[in-house]
C-alpha cells in the first residue's frame, strides 16, 4: 500500500471514530451533558461497558457479526454504516482541503453536520442552544477573514448565503400555507424552523454561490427520498427530518461544488 493510500485508511478511521462518538453524544436518551459524562460506550440491552476490542469502529461490528458479546443482543446497523459513512466523510474532505489547516476545518464542519444530521434524525429537533454561538462563530469567523484579507465580498458572499438560505425556507413555507406545496399537519408548513437556521449556518460557512449549490441538492435529494418514502409507506404528512439532507448538500458543495458549476457553465451555454 502507498503511503497516501495509508493515510486515507488513517483519515477514514478518525471519522469512524468521531461518529462512534458523537452517536453516543446523542444517544436515545438523556441529555448531551449527561452522555458526556458517561466515559465508556456500552450495550444498550445489557449496560455492560463495552471493552477495548469491541470498540473498533466498524471492526468489532464484523467480528462480533453484529451482536453483543455478553447479552448477544443485535447492535443495531446503524452504528457500523454511520461509522462508514462518517470516515468516507473524513476522507473526502481531507483529501480536498487545500493545506492541513483547511483539512482541520473541514472535519470540524463535517462532525458539526453528522451532529445535527443525527440529532434531527433521532429527536426531530434542532437544538437551538447548540446551533445559534455556531451560526455567531461562523459570522464572526467570516468578519475576521474578510479584514485579513481586506476583502470586504467575503463577508457579503457569506451574508448573501445566510439570507439567500434562509429566505428560502421562507418562500417554501410560505407556499406550503397557501396549500401550493404539501405540507406537515400540525404546523401547517412543509419545513421546520430549525432547518431555516440551519440554513443561516450553512450560507455562513459555504458562501454564496456555493450555498445555492448545497440547498439544491438537498432539495433534490431530500424530494427524491420522500417520493420513495411516500410511496414505500403511502403515508401523507409524515414528518422527514432534513437537517440530513442539506449536510450531505453542504459536504458536495464543499468538495465538487466549483466543478459542478463549471459543469453547468460548460452544459448552460451549447
Ligand atoms: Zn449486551
Known amino acids: 500500500m502507498t503511503e497516501i493510500a495509508l493515510l ?4 477514514f478511521f478518525v471519522g469512524a471514530a468521531a461518529a462512534s462518538f458523537l452517536n453516543v453524544l446523542v444517544g436515545g436518551t438523556g441529555s448531551i451533558r449527561q452522555n458526556l459524562k458517561r466515559k465508556r460506550s456500552r450495550c444498550d440491552s445489557c449496560k455492560m461497558d463495552l471493552r477495548w476490542w469491541e470498540l473498533v469502529p466498524v471492526v468489532s461490528w464484523v467480528v462480533l457479526r453484529g451482536r ?16 462508514i459513512l462518517l470516515g468516507i466523510a473524513f476522507v473526502l474532505g481531507y483529501v480536498s482541503a487545500s493545506s492541513t489547516a483547511v483539512a482541520l476545518g473541514y472535519v470540524g464542519l463535517i462532525m458539526v453536520l453528522y451532529f445535527f444530521s443525527v440529532y434531527d434524525l433521532f429527536h426531530g429537533i434542532v437544538p437551538r442552544k447548540l446551533l445559534f454561538p455556531l451560526i455567531a462563530g461562523a459570522f464572526l469567523g467570516r468578519i475576521v477573514l474578510a479584514i485579513a484579507h481586506a476583502e470586504w465580498q467575503m463577508l457579503v458572499t457569506g451574508l448573501i448565503g445566510a439570507l439567500s438560505g434562509y429566505a428560502f425556507f421562507v418562500i417554501l413555507n410560505f407556499l406550503s400555507r397557501k396549500g401550493v406545496l404539501p405540507r406537515e399537519k400540525k404546523s401547517g408548513e412543509s419545513f421546520g424552523w430549525g432547518d431555516a437556521n440551519f ?3 450553512i450560507g455562513l460557512v459555504l ?3 456555493l450555498s445555492f449549490i448545497a440547498l439544491w441538492i438537498a432539495v433534490a435529494l431530500g424530494g427524491l427520498v ?15 427530518p432534513f437537517i440530513p439532507f442539506l449536510s450531505v ?3 458536495v458543495a464543499l468538495v465538487w461544488g466549483y466543478a459542478i458549476m463549471d459543469w453547468m457553465r460548460l452544459y448552460l451555454s451549447y
Open 8 to 11: 486515507n485508511v488513517f483519515v
Open 68 to 83: 453483543c458479546s455478553r447479552c448477544s443482543s443485535v447492535i443495531p446497523v446503524f452504528h457500523p454504516l454511520s461509522e
Open 199 to 201: 440554513a443561516l449556518l
Open 207 to 209: 458562501g454564496w454561490p
Open 226 to 240: 420522500g417520493i420513495v418514502i411516500l410511496l414505500v409507506v403511502r403515508q401523507r404528512g409524515a414528518t422527514m
Open 249 to 251: 448538500g453542504t459536504l
